[in-house]
């Protein structure tokens, strides 16, 4: 936990969220070694992770008993969640050779307010930092042994059960497109989603050449999507997953 805390606790960064108008082509079949932005790319796949991770638990899950104000299951879905998006991660990185930040600045202008789960997205950071300092590329059994002798330091009680399916998806996305990556988020995103939007949301995020620009741009998609009423507490969950796990994945990983 020291480390964590450590990272939480390093340099402030402030964010300007002016709006940009400049427009970017967007080719969904490239992938990092092609389009050569890899501070976005790489995060597009640590949040389909994430998200693959955490859907993964809440449908074993069943939401029981899950609500905000007594998240029996999301311990469980965010571990789920952690588990996916740091595998996905590091499994990705490793395979395009996308270097970590040489400084990891962070402030509290990174925080959505209306997340309530806004801190998975520095546990995710943090397990890949740790991880990487130990391990140069992915490997299933060294991740997963990782996982089960580290979690408690971050915040983690749950027992450790990873399905085929996340296995399985971690190693696909050693090799994904971006337009691999960009279906697999569009099918693990909750149903209750407007698809077309979300479409529209990606190609946007594109079209930003500097971080805190893009990082803006997901805190006013990110924070009008979490208070919307007609959206059940598990699709607010599985979405503040995703999200937090974009936004601080962008400051991780180096262009």
Known sequence: MSKFLFFLSLSF?????????????????QNY????????????????????????VASVAGWLGWTPAAPVAAGA????????????????????????????LFSQSMIVNDNYVDKIGAIHNQIVIDYK?????????????????????????????????????IEKFKSATHS?????TLEMLPKEINQKMYIEFFKNIVS???????????????????IKKEYSDETKLLLGIYFSTMRYSLFLWNE
Do not use: H, M
């Open 180 to 184: 691999e990556v960009i279906e697999y």
């Open 77 to 104: 879905v965010l571990l789920g969640a952690a588990i996916g998006g740091a595998g996905a991660s590091i499994a990705y990185a490793g395979s395009y050779e996308v270097p970590l930040e040489n400084d990891y």
């Open 133 to 169: 300092e130990k391990y140069a590329y992915y490997n299933e059994e060294a991740y997963f042994d990782f996982f089960e002798l580290n979690k408690e330091q971050y915040g983690f009680t749950a027992p450790l059960s990873i399905s085929v399916k996340v296995k399985r998806d």
């Open 208 to 226: 930003f050449s500097v971080k805190e620009d893009a990082v803006c741009y997901i805190k006013q998609f990110e924070s009008r999507e979490l």
């Open 33 to 56: 070694e092609t389009l050569g932005k890899g501070f976005w790319n790489t995060a597009f796949v640590d949040a389909a992770g994430a998200l693959g991770g955490a859907g993964s």
């Open 13 to 29: 960064v402030f964010l300007s969220c002016e709006s940009e108008d400049r427009k970017l082509d967007f080719d969904i079949n």
